[in-house]
């Protein structure tokens, strides 16, 4: 793959710097690596010098939070692509988050006081949370002087609409010690700020009018990891693109896309696929976001894009949602900044030489009960009774408090576990499908993908979520403490979901740095795709089987 990578860099480079989305001016220096010394954080990167943090014995691990790799994208700077960020020469303290992008609050949104999981994030349910002014990353790092460690490049998901890099399940210390690795989590602008089609607005550049401005975030954070690898003990040759839901829909497109593959040297997509909505699709969402504001705002003296990028992004949200316009189309297969036709571009060897390893839970589905009338109680009150849970203190909490009557019991013909798996199925597994088996008929050989069946939770989210979309990442990640799955985790189950931890852990490392999730510690082979590996465990032990996708059964 390096070898690849060579060969490709200079007409990525070439593209970028047409672009402007290379984010290191021609005059920077080069890069300084994590030196020992009174402050290890204290590093050199292409943009400037910063500061971070050192987590202490107990974490074992250095930290740089909240580091600028692109111009806010507020103003003119709205529905363009990522403006390089300015070099600075003082020493910049990346000691704290950068804020969430401006998006409708929802159960993975951040906290309206900021870039925090606290009770109030119910609070900004169907609000305004977030800023414009968000374009930044963070680093983890092992606290020793070891140099190139892989480097693990994680995007949040969210329905490309919400989501934020400092919600707790991210944390990426536990991770980069454990994995010995440098993890990056990075925030890309979301919903209608991260993909619109304003072709025809003025914006008729190519990278402009591709519409896919969350896209270009991610190259250009991706290329500032690229950059600034070794700086911080990294291999920049050794870059696995992570992601979750959508940001595994996120995974796939830099995977295809021309202007970020050659940085792409294993990816780790989890309950996601190539998914792309057309231009066609992409123009009418925005024509409706126009008419809607227009229909507000008649005497305004603006239209069109100029009208939408007149009002204030808060403003804007609110629009969104009382139109209920919300969910943007997104990733937007514009054949600028994604192909036109991506599976064809998948299934061509672009990623033949890339090692994927894949995942995702039995039960997706279950996350998503509001959309179908499942979930009993509304956002607000369950988010409060999920926030509050004590699980070990469980109550007297039942099945239908949380779902309404037509799907109980759970096991019932047509109840809440058979519509769970029609959801699940028809969005999560069938894409998955379809983007693993594009892959392995292009020649790829190292495809990996593992189902996640954990639902030791304390009754009665046991059969409410059981092993619900995003409850694997806690356990990618080894963040058991205060999250959206806080509810889950018990002293009963912790010794069974520990070791299930450790485990999954321990096939990240490997793969990071071997390109195979394969370790002694599993006890069986890790067998490639089709074939998954079952990753359970019950209160105390791990259970790990195999099933291999048979479609249509």
């Not at 990346?94 to 999981?117: D, E, I, K, V």
């Not at 507000?296 to 804007?316: C, H, N, Q, V």
Request: a neutral charge.
């Amino acid at each position: 793959m390096p070898a690849v990578r060579t060969a490709l860099r200079p007409v990525v480079g070439f593209v970028l710097a047409v672009a402007i989305l290379t984010t290191t001016p021609a005059t920077s220096t080069s890069a300084h690596p994590v030196q020992p010394g009174k402050n290890p954080t204290r590093v050199h990167t292409t943009l400037g010098p910063i500061v971070g943090r050192d987590e202490g014995r107990s974490s074992g691990t250095y930290s740089w939070l909240g580091i600028p790799y692109a111009e806010p994208p507020v103003g003119a700077l709205r529905w363009r692509p990522p403006k390089p960020h300015r070099q600075w020469v003082a020493t910049r303290h990346t000691q704290q988050y950068g804020s969430a992008c401006t998006q409708p609050g929802r159960f993975f949104s951040p906290s309206p006081n900021g870039p925090f999981y606290d009770l109030a994030v119910r609070d900004g349910l169907q609000q305004p949370v977030g800023a414009e002014d968000c374009l930044t990353l963070n680093v983890f790092r092992p606290s020793t002087t070891k140099r190139n460690l892989p480097v693990v490049f994680f995007i949040h998901g969210g329905s490309n609409v919400v989501g934020y890099s400092a919600d707790p399940m991210y944390d990426g210390r536990e991770l980069a010690r454990r994995a010995q690795a440098v993890v990056v989590t990075a925030n890309y602008r979301t919903g209608i700020f991260g993909w619109l089609s304003t072709e025809g607005s003025g914006n008729d550049d190519p990278l402009s009018a591709s519409g896919n401005f969350g896209t270009l975030d991610l190259v250009n954070a991706l290329r500032f990891v690229d950059q600034n690898a070794r700086t911080f003990g990294g291999d920049s040759d050794n870059i696995t693109v992570m992601g979750q839901s959508a940001g595994a829909v996120n995974v796939w497109s830099l995977l295809v896309s021309p202007l970020a593959r050659a940085m792409v040297d294993k990816a780790i997509p989890l309950s996601g696929g190539l998914s792309t909505r057309s231009v066609a699709v992409a123009r009418a969402y925005a024509d409706r976001v126009v008419r809607a504001a227009e229909s507000e705002l008649p005497s305004s003296g603006r239209t069109g894009i100029d009208l939408l990028r007149s009002l204030p992004a808060d403003d804007l949200v609110r629009l969104l949602v009382r139109h209920q316009l919300d969910a943007t189309p997104a990733v937007i297969a514009d054949g600028t900044v994604i192909p036109a036709d991506p599976y064809a571009v998948l299934g061509s060897g672009v990623g033949r030489d890339v090692p994927v390893l894949a995942g995702n839970t039995l039960e997706e589905g279950k996350l998503f009960g509001s959309a179908i009338g499942a979930h009993k109680p509304s956002d607000y009150d369950r988010f409060t009774t999920q926030y509050l849970f004590d699980p070990d203190n469980p109550g007297d909490l039942t099945p239908s408090d949380l779902l309404t009557d037509d799907y109980l019991p759970v096991d019932k013909p047509q109840g809440w576990n058979d519509a769970a798996r029609a959801l699940t199925d028809a969005v999560f597994t069938g894409i998955n499908r379809d983007s693993l088996n594009a892959l392995a008929r292009s020649g790829n050989r190292s495809l990996y993908h593992y189902r996640f069946d954990w639902n030791q939770e304390p009754a009665p989210f046991d059969q409410v979520y059981g092993a619900v979309h995003a409850i694997d990442l806690p356990f990618v990640f080894g963040t058991f403490g205060r999250t959206v799955f806080s509810y889950a985790f018990s002293e009963q189950n912790q010794p069974g979901r520990l070791r299930l931890s450790d485990l999954m852990i321990s096939s990240i490392r490997n793969f990071v740095h071997e390109g195979s999730p394969q370790h002694r510690g599993l006890g069986r082979t890790w067998e490639q795709w089709p074939t998954s590996l079952v990753l359970d465990a019950d209160d105390r032990h791990v259970h790990l089987g195999s099933t291999t996708d048979r479609p249509g059964e």
